[in-house]
């Protein structure tokens, strides 16, 4: 008799399946970390919204959505950004070939990143008026990886 157990795990093993039939591995990482950056974006959007009044500023808010970001970019990036994943490589990539010239200098942005974003979410909750300086701080970091690495979007 099947268990529930066995056709449990012939399901998951068949959507594992199904999974690496739609995707390269190369594929799956470009998604990943594309998916990484939009909930980034969604983060940094939080506190833009805020500055700009079409949120109401909330300092827990704001504090949780710098913290995000700083969380976010201590994660371990290695396996995210597979070697031959370029924009080169992938037309859908726009990471440029350069992050594998200077792994240590484009790693070395997401600690940038982690420690502007901890800043922002120690000042963020004194008031709306600190949201600018952080936005600022937190921008500059993806900015300056993006100018770097990224190749223009279109
Ligand atoms: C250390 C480098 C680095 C940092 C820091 C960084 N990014 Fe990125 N980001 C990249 C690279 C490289 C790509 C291109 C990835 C690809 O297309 O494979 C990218 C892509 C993106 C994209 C486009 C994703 C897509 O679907 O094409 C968005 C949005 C984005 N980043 C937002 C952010 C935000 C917001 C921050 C800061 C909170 C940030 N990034 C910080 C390197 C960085």
């Given at each position: 008799?099947?268990?529930?157990?066995?056709?449990?795990?012939?399901?998951?093993?068949?959507?594992?399946?199904?999974?690496?039939?739609?995707?390269?591995?190369?594929?799956?990482?470009?998604?990943?970390?594309?998916?990484?950056?939009?909930?980034?974006?969604?983060?940094?959007?939080?506190?833009?919204?805020?500055?700009?009044?079409?949120?109401?500023?909330?300092?827990?808010?704001?504090?949780?959505?710098?913290?995000?970001?700083?969380?976010?970019?201590?994660?371990d990036q290695a396996a995210l950004w597979m070697k031959g994943t370029d924009h080169d490589a992938d037309p859908k990539s726009h990471a440029l070939p350069a992050i594998w010239q200077n792994e240590a200098d484009f790693l070395g942005g997401f600690a940038k990143l982690a420690s502007a974003a901890g800043t922002a979410e120690k000042s963020v909750g004194g008031g709306a008026e600190t949201l600018k300086a952080a936005l600022g701080q937190i921008g500059g970091a993806c900015g300056g990886c993006h100018k770097s690495y990224r190749a223009a979007l279109n």
């Open positions: 008799m099947t268990s529930f157990k066995t056709l449990t795990m012939t399901a998951v093993l068949c959507a594992v399946a199904a999974a690496a039939v739609a995707q390269t591995p190369a594929e799956q990482a470009v998604n990943a970390r594309k998916s990484l950056m939009h909930v980034m974006a969604f983060n940094l959007g939080q506190l833009g919204a805020m500055a700009k009044g079409q949120m109401p500023y909330d300092a827990k808010a704001a504090q949780a959505a710098a913290g995000n970001i700083a969380k976010l970019a201590t994660l």
